[in-house]
């Protein structure tokens, strides 16, 4: 099986909230995950991210992939 880290949307129209999770890379964006590693607010100035950092470093010691958003979010 392999797992990415990725963003899956949650919140109303146009206004999304986003949970940054681990997952099947062939299930949908907002389907089945295993873990919940973060969220992520862009409506807030700035945008806020929250990450668990010992569950991130868990799964990306396994050299799970990562997705290029989810990417982005951890270098800010």
Not at 34 to 52: F, H, N, R, S, W
């Amino acid at each position: 099986m392999a797992v990415r880290i990725r963003l899956t949307r949650k919140g109303r129209k146009k206004q999304p909230f986003y949970r940054i999770i681990v997952a099947d890379s062939h299930a949908p964006r907002d389907g089945k995950f295993l873990d919940i590693v973060g969220t992520y607010d862009p409506m807030q100035e700035p945008a806020v991210i929250k990450l668990d950092t010992e569950k991130l470093q868990e799964w990306t010691g396994k050299r799970r992939n990562t997705d290029r958003n989810c990417q982005d979010l951890d270098q800010q």
